[in-house]
């Protein structure tokens, strides 16, 4: 709970001080569009996580029961399917 709590307070913080800066310049309408990228990465991430659980955890297992060989690559793989999935998500494709 203590690592959540200290990532809630380092983006609160951050869009404490950025959402009224970009209501006072851009207006209403960039508050919107900030709101709905940050959903589509939800979305984004909530759907890698899917797929990871679906279709590649049966195959890799747990992460922390991998040699230190296979860590690497494994990781990279998945940091990748997350990237790809939040990025499709928030260009439209």
Known sequence: MTETKKYIDRFGLVLLVVLPILYFTQGENALGIILYKISLSLIGVST???VWAVFFKPV????ESLSYAALPSVMLFRGL???ALILGFTLGL
């Open 81 to 83: 399917l997350y990237a």
């Open 48 to 50: 890698a996580e899917l």
């Open 60 to 63: 890799y297992g747990k992460t």
